[in-house]
């Protein structure tokens, strides 16, 4: 891992940290790696598949850094960075000058492929499957955490389709021209995609609910979806961990 670290402060380092927004993401890397950590842990996952798991949270938004520097934006429309960041660790030896089994590169290109993306594939075999549910939850519960970190604009219309998506348990859709309003929809349905027990733990934990509510500008207006989302965190509090452990 030491060997990892090194080599991705050597990569970040070449940017301008100086920039907010990628010193931003500098620091959500060395988040997501450590959430990483926490949830390789509740699966009790062997010391191999943890280091694993911490080298796909500090990797997974690796081409952050070349999208914030070409487009000065975290539009994916204008920059896939997700796709950036699989092709480039694929193509620039990053993993093998730091000495990362070759083993797991497939996983960890994968895993930083689709940490961001509506779907995930069906094909991927059990054990890629686990690492890329993993990153996508270590990702979403930084981000949620980032939310309530400042006062938020919720004001605006909300379609259709955003509804229906919410009340179906589904992810939301990114719609072009999102109203402030819509926004909070997007972020209540990151539950609906969260994927272990212990993700949903740390969202209790954090108190997300109740402190996202206390940062919009006109939470009443929104009240009845927080009770919904509300009730679907405390459903899967109760349920048994559902994830089924892959075989080695
Ligand atoms: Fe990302």
Not at 34 to 54: F, P
Not at 130 to 152: N, V
Not at 224 to 230: A, G, H, I, L, Q
């Amino acid at each position: 891992m030491k060997e990892v670290i090194e080599q991705f402060e050597a990569y970040v380092h070449e940017f301008d940290l100086t920039n907010f927004d990628l010193e931003r993401k500098y620091r959500h890397s060395y988040r997501v790696m450590k959430l990483m950590e926490q949830l390789a842990y509740s699966l009790k996952l062997s010391e191999e598949d943890v280091t694993l798991a911490c080298i796909i949270g500090l990797l997974h938004d690796i081409g952050r850094f070349e999208q914030l520097k070409e487009v000065d934006s975290y539009d994916d429309t204008k920059f896939e960075h997700a796709d950036f960041g699989a092709q480039y660790l694929k193509t620039s030896h990053f993993l093998e000058q730091c000495h990362v089994p070759d083993i797991w590169h497939p996983i960890i290109f994968t895993a930083v492929q689709y940490h961001n993306k509506y779907d995930i594939p069906e094909y991927l075999d059990e054990k890629t499957l686990l690492f890329t549910k993993l990153i996508r939850d270590a990702d979403k519960i930084d981000i949620l955490r980032l939310t309530i970190e400042k006062k938020q604009e919720s004001t605006g219309e909300v379609r259709q389709q955003v509804m229906d998506e919410f009340y179906q348990k589904k992810q939301i859709h990114i719609l072009p021209g999102f109203s402030k309003k819509e926004f909070v929809f997007v972020r209540l349905g990151f539950l609906y995609d969260l994927n272990f027990r212990k993700s949903f733990e740390l969202v209790k934990e954090d108190e997300f609910l109740n402190q996202y509510y206390e940062v919009l500008d006109r939470p009443e207006e929104l009240k009845e979806y927080f009770d919904f989302s509300r009730v679907y965190l405390e459903q899967q509090l109760k349920e048994e961990e559902h994830y089924v452990r892959y075989k080695i």
